[in-house]
C-alpha cells in the first residue's frame, strides 16, 4: 500500500496542472493517513494559487488541528497572506505562473474541475469544530499582532519588521547629527537605531566600534554613513576635527621612550591581530591618539615584527595585517577561493544572458517531460536541435536538485530571493553535471553554498545579480 508521502509527492509532479487528478492524489493520501501535515499545507497553498481563500483557510484549520506545534507557522502565513507578502508559495510556484498566464481563459479553478471531486459535505459536527479552530486562529492572529506596536496609517507596513525595533529607536540629537553621534539607519524597519540593537556577522552583540553590523529586528545589514556626497564629506570632516580635539587633549609622544613605545608596539598588535581583515594606518594612529609624524615614526617598528605587513585595498588606500598562519591557510585556499570568485561571475553572467532569452513555452515542455522522465539525458534525446546547455537553462525546477541541497533551497538557505537562490543551487548543480546519481553531493551542497557566501561579500555583484537598479 502506497504511503500518504507517495500521494503527496505524485500531486506536486501532475503538469500541465490538472486540478481534478491533483485533488485526488490528495484524497487518497488522506485515506492512506489523514494526520499527514503536508497535505492539509499543500491543499491551503494550492487554493490560495487559485485564489479560492475559504477552501484555503478551511485547510489550515484542518492542518492546525494536527497540533498545536503548527500554530506559529500557520499563524505567521496567514498574516502574510492578508499583508499580501505571501511569494514564495511552495511547491506551487509554477502552478502560480502557469494559472496566471491562462487566467483570461479560466477565470476560476473550477472550470477545471468536475463537480464530485469537491470536497464531501461535513456533518454539523465537523462544522462546529471548524468555526471553533476559526475562532482560536482569529485570536491567536490578534494576539501576534498586538506584539507589533501600532504604526501610523501613513507608516509603510513591512513584512520583514517584527517591531523589536521600536524598543531600540534612537532620538535625533541636538544638533541633527544622526550618523556623527553613532546612530545607524536601518532600511527595512525605517528608523534610526543605536548600537544595543545590532549585532556583528557572527551574531554577537555590536558595541559602539563595530563596522558591518546588523538589525536585531529585520536582520538586514545598517547603514553607519549618510548616502548624499556633500553629506559624507561634511560627517569625514566632523570625525577628523573630532580626533584633532582628543588628540589635542593627550600627552604628545614627540619623544618615546622605550617602555612608551613598547606599550604602543603591544597595543598596535592587539588592534591589528584583532581584526583579521586588517586595519587602515589612519584608523590605527586615531586609536594609538598619535599624530601622522608620530605614527610615521612607530611605523618602522611595528614593520620589523615578522607577521605584521603592509597592504593596499585597490583604492590607494594603505592598511596593516598580520599574516600569522594565513600563509599555510592561502596555501590552501587561494586556489579555492579564485575558483569561487570566477564560478560566481560566471553564473551571474549566464544568468543575464539567459533572463532575456527564454523560450517560455520551450520551459513549460522541458519542465513537464522532465518531472515525466527524471532525468535531463533524456530530455537532451527529446529535443535533439537544442544545446545541452540550452535545455539546462529551461529546466528551472527544484526537482533536479540532489534532495539535502533542494531542502536547503527550499529554506532560502542560499539567498533571500526565492529567484536567485534557485538559480545558485542548479548551478552548482550543471557545475558537476549532477543528473540524479549519488555522485558528488556534498561537493555540490559546498559549491552552493561558497558561492551564496561570496555574493553575501561583493553587494555590487550581488545587486547586479538580482537584477536591481544603484
Known sequence: ??????????AREVWPPNIKKILKFYDDAIKSDSNYYLIYKDKARLFYVLNDLEKSKENYLLWKKLGNEWNEEITKEMILREEKNFYRIHPWENHREYFEKNSKK??????????????????????????KIKAEIKELKKN??????????????????????KKFKAKRPPDGKRYESGQMRCQICEI???????????????????????????????????????????LRESESIETEKRRETQTPHQNFDVDKIN???????????????????????????????????????????????????GFSNIFLKSIEFRDSIQQRNTDENLDIKNITYKMVQDHIHWKTNINKKLKIDCIKNYQKHKSLSKIFEIYPNYTKEK??????????????????????????????????????????????????????????????????SDDELNRIFQGKKR
Not at 479560466?106 to 469537491?118: E, R, W
Not at 556583528?200 to 563595530?210: L, M, R, W
Open 144 to 165: 501576534v499582532v498586538d506584539l507589533t506596536p501600532t504604526k501610523k496609517k501613513t507608516e509603510k507596513q513591512n513584512g520583514t519588521c517584527k517591531g523589536i525595533c
Open 391 to 456: 535545455i539546462k537553462r529551461h529546466v528551472v525546477t527544484d526537482l533536479r536538485l540532489p534532495p539535502k541541497l533542494k531542502e536547503i533551497e527550499n529554506e532560502g538557505g542560499l539567498h533571500h530571493n526565492p529567484v536567485c537562490s534557485l538559480v545558485i543551487a542548479l548551478y552548482a548543480t550543471d557545475y558537476f553535471q549532477w543528473d540524479k546519481t549519488r555522485d558528488n553531493e556534498e561537493e555540490i551542497i559546498q559549491t552552493a553554498q561558497s558561492i551564496s557566501k561570496y555574493l553575501q
Open 1 to 10: 500500500m502506497m504511503k500518504a508521502w507517495d500521494y503527496v509527492k505524485k
Open 263 to 313: 606599550q604602543l608596539i603591544s597595543e598596535s598588535l592587539e588592534i591589528i591581530r584583532k581584526n583579521s581583515a586588517g586595519v587602515y594606518k589612519k584608523t590605527l594612529a586615531d586609536k594609538l591618539m598619535l599624530s601622522k609624524i608620530e605614527f610615521e615614526k612607530l611605523l618602522p617598528k611595528l614593520l620589523r615584527i615578522e607577521d605584521i605587513v603592509e597592504e593596499d585595498d
Open 192 to 234: 534610526y537605531i543605536d548600537f544595543r540593537g545590532a549585532h556583528i556577522k557572527n551574531g554577537q552583540p555590536a558595541t559602539e566600534d563595530s563596522v558591518g553590523v546588523y538589525c536585531n529586528c529585520c536582520n538586514y545589514r545598517l547603514r553607519q554613513h549618510p548616502r548624499n556626497r556633500i553629506y559624507k564629506e561634511k
Open 106 to 131: 479560466n477565470k476560476n479553478y473550477a472550470v477545471l474541475i468536475s463537480p464530485d471531486t469537491n470536497e464531501p459535505d461535513k456533518n454539523d459536527e465537523t462544522i462546529q469544530e471548524i468555526e
